[in-house]
């Protein structure tokens, strides 16, 4: 789920939507595998497939995802989801999921979905919930220099950045810093 983003064309990418969502339509069972697809549907920019696949998902709060071992991996696609479709309903149930674990990383394998703080953050965000979102973002910032992840360290700068731009009227140093040093 994650290689898409470490190089190759979004058209590569457009392929491997088909055989994920096909992989999905023969696993019925395996609602992480509709996440996957949903969330690829995203990374394309086709929001309304996303909606089409994991929209049920949400709507009934996620009842199909059994907390099994893909279950922590699972929510935090699933946040990203939600944030990238802006649905709130499904926002507010992981936010209270995921609040517990906070201070862990999602690692599923060799991938890592990163700090469940940055999650928060951006549900917390999507939530209208400001003052959670900056000490969500503030938990990430310090999991991700603890971990020395640069990758992790960029996406939590870029995501409080946004948060300061959308709540006040001015950019302020550190927004105009953390921007800059995620570049």
Not at 67 to 78: F, Q, Y
């Amino acid at each position: 789920l994650e290689i898409h983003r470490l190089g190759g064309e979004w058209t590569e990418l457009a392929g491997i939507a088909a055989l994920m969502a096909d992989a999905a339509a023969q696993n019925p069972g395996l609602p992480v595998l509709r996440a996957a697809v949903a969330r690829t549907y995203c990374d394309l920019g086709r929001d309304q497939e996303a909606q089409a696949e994991i929209g049920d998902d949400i709507s009934n709060g996620f009842a199909d995802f059994p907390e099994d071992a893909a279950w922590m991996s699972s929510m935090a696609v699933l946040s990203e989801i939600c944030i990238g479709l802006a649905r709130a309903d499904g926002a507010a149930v992981l936010y209270e999921w995921l609040l517990p674990w906070n201070s862990q990383v999602v690692q599923a394998g060799v991938t890592s979905q990163g700090p469940v703080a940055l999650h928060l953050g951006g549900l917390a965000t999507l939530l209208g919930k400001t003052d959670a979102a900056a000490d969500r973002f503030a938990e990430s910032l310090e999991v991700s220099e603890k971990l020395g992840s640069s990758y992790w360290i960029a996406r939590t700068q870029v995501a409080w950045a946004e948060l300061d731009l959308n709540t006040s009227a001015e950019s302020t140093d550190r927004t105009q810093q953390m921007f800059s040093d995620a570049l």
